[in-house]
DNA sequence: GTGGTCTAGACCACA
DNA sequence: GTGGTCTAGACCACA
């Protein structure tokens, strides 16, 4: 599993938040299930466990693990994180059409076009 | 016109492009106006002219704008921007619906949280 | 009865203390009820010996319990928990009004928002 | 000024995010006026820079700070830090009562002893 | 073994 | 000059 790309200019430890935050999200890691350890994540992606702690750090303050000393880290089951992460699509959904109808650009002819269309007919 | 925040976390000379960007698509800056001398702009926005010349030279890259030597920078007759931010933003609302997909979001229901399914129907 | 939870952030054997100095202190154990041995209660949280060890340790240490070697731990006759646990109580009080006060905030008002003012009246 | 203590407890970085809230919801520190950078300040702490780097990073994402890259960290001025920390406080004291109330202290002879009283007569 | 904090120091983008 | 990211490696509390 190729969790991290030196092409993409996003920082590493955000690639790997984004990454696991997807995986939880689709339901690939179980509530409760223990997330591998920093060190031996670290070792297996080749970066610095620092790297790797900050990540798991920022999943924590978004609700996504909790982690704790001397056990290890664990996906959070009860959250709302599907609601959180809905909310925040609907944001990104709306700025976005916000921009074409600014420029000029029809956003139903928009939405056509990228085969949302389908969806709402 | 106060195109630059110091709150905004993008860097200034971005902030500066994507204005830039926004007035040109939208037909506010008419094809072949000239732009405001890299000096004259940096003094405006009290900020560096090196932020100007890395604006104006993103801007140039986009296809935003020409510059003529010795005479200054102009905007561009729009060629193919709009085709171009069409498919932009076409290609970000594809990508969009992706990742809704990805974690079981009916994008249908998001388009109406977002208040634009009145447009599509 | 769940004493310990691993969502939690506080270490185990803090959680396991709180727990019992609260459970003394409202009477729920009686003084010289007799303790759980240490194996048994690490067996019923499946957890290790050396935190529920950890744990009775402190609670001897803050005055709630006291052990008798080769018998077992017991609830300490409650001399002055009480008073140690009103002390206590009384000074973060005092911290917390003194904490408003600093950043302008009227104690009052606070009081009123945590639907506590009935009580003082 | 003496921000930091090596008796306390609490991690370096925490008690600068701490001691910097207190100073910018007192108001002793401006909106806008430019924080001392993250080197300087790591100098005069003599601490390390990446300790002072989360210290800020932690003031900017609960709003009390924002940074520009090349230009520093300044005071976050519109926010609604205030109502925020109103809150927080509000919260504490719900619980500290209500822990009160649970082992059977009254909260009101509490508070009197704290020296709250006069405030609410 | 686990996660959390910290130092020392490099390199980058940006102004 | 400024902040942001990262490596390498130490030491701590906890289980």
Chains 1, 2, 3, 4 share one sequence.
Do not use: C
């Not at 509530?31 to 994540?41: A, G, H």
């Amino acid at each position: 599993m190729n969790l991290i790309s030196y092409q993409d200019s996003r920082p590493i430890y955000e690639q790997i938040t984004e990454k696991y935050k997807l995986l939880i999200l689709k339901g690939v890691l179980a509530p409760d299930e223990q997330m591998p350890s920093v060190r031996k994540l670290a070792m297996e992606l080749s970066t610095n466990p620092n790297t790797i702690q900050r990540a798991y750090a920022e999943l924590e303050r978004q609700g996504f693990l909790y982690s704790v000393r001397g056990r290890g880290s664990f996906v959070r089951g009860d959250t709302d994180i599907h609601a959180q992460k809905r909310a925040e699509l609907a944001q990104q959904l709306s700025s976005l059409l916000q921009e074409a109808r600014e420029v000029g650009i029809d956003p139903a002819a928009l939405l056509k076009e990228s085969g949302w269309l389908e969806e709402t007919d």
